[in-house]
């Protein structure tokens, strides 16, 4: 890819560049319009997403996006907007809504970039790498790109939730925690990260661990604890009762879920910043392109 021509920037950052079509998917905003996601990749392994917005009622137009739309075909775009990073997707990100693709051989700054794609896809290098970008892409871990400044992810069963309070203490298992001013982190998680041999603790704000029972956790679960639990993290300060905090447990240590936890380091302690459950089916994907 390369910078556009100043002459033709509107604002913004706009690039010109050629991929690999690994994945297309489009998702409904409202009646008015859709956007339709377009996932690149390159020699690189760098995954990029490019948006364009649809008429749903432009039939012609959407017919010609959906033909053009080939997996594994190269293709090659003018002007695309430049937009931040997705960390939570490890991926960069373009918005593109000119009609200036796949230009006429000849004419298109990249053409040898073009031959070049072509060639590559045809390598079994770009299956491997095709097929990695598209596994960790599913199972939410990078490969080819970093993570934000000291964020790491741990995969891992969640075996015991505790109330934190405030002040400074040592943990069970010997790690120091302190109470900063981010005094909403009133709890610590031990989550099982290699069959009790390798526990990590973390502290949580109510917020997240609510997220996570609304988003994540059957509702019904222990006789409709997860809603009154939910309800309990968002509107109460100060320590759960025993029987509320005994619930709590086991909601998420008997939920039999593999955890995929992000958490953000503060000198020696660890703090969790978002808990989702792990696509298994995709860590598995992962595993096998990795090994082979």
């Not at 297309?24 to 956007?35: I, N």
Request: hydrophobic residues 40%; charged residues 20%.
């Amino acid at each position: 890819s390369r910078k556009a021509s100043v002459s033709r920037k509107a604002s913004g950052v706009h690039i010109d560049f050629a991929g690999v079509l690994v994945r297309s998917d489009f998702e409904q905003q409202g009646t008015a319009h859709q956007t339709s996601h377009s996932y690149f990749t390159d020699e690189s392994g760098l995954l990029l997403r490019l948006h364009r917005d649809i008429d749903p009622n432009d039939e012609s137009t959407l017919a010609g996006w959906n033909k053009v739309l080939e997996l594994g075909q190269v293709l090659t775009f003018r002007d695309v907007l430049v937009l931040p990073f997705d960390s939570k997707a490890n991926c960069a990100v373009v918005s593109w809504s000119q009609p200036t693709l796949q230009e006429k051989n000849g004419q298109h700054s990249n053409d040898k970039r073009i031959r070049t794609l072509q060639k590559w896809t045809e390598t079994d290098d770009a299956e491997r790498i095709c097929a990695k970008v598209l596994a960790s892409f599913d199972a939410g871990l990078p490969l080819y790109c970093r993570l934000p400044h000291r964020t790491e992810i741990a995969m891992g069963y969640i075996l015991a939730i505790r109330f934190r309070g405030a002040g400074a203490g040592i943990n069970e298992y010997g790690g120091q925690y302190r109470s900063g001013a981010t005094a909403d982190h009133s709890f610590e998680i031990d989550v099982d990260c290699g069959g009790g041999s390798n526990v990590i603790v973390a502290t949580c704000s109510r917020a997240v661990l609510s997220q996570t029972i609304e988003m994540h956790l059957d509702p019904a679960s222990h006789n409709g604890a997860a809603l009154d639990l939910k309800d309990l993290l968002r509107q109460s300060g100060g320590a759960l009762a025993p029987c509320d905090m005994n619930n709590l447990n086991l909601l998420f240590t008997e939920s039999g879920v593999l955890f995929q936890v992000m958490l953000r380091r503060q000198s020696a302690s660890l703090e969790i910043l978002q808990i989702t459950p792990a696509d298994i089916e995709a860590l598995a994907a992962l595993y096998l392109e990795a090994v082979k």
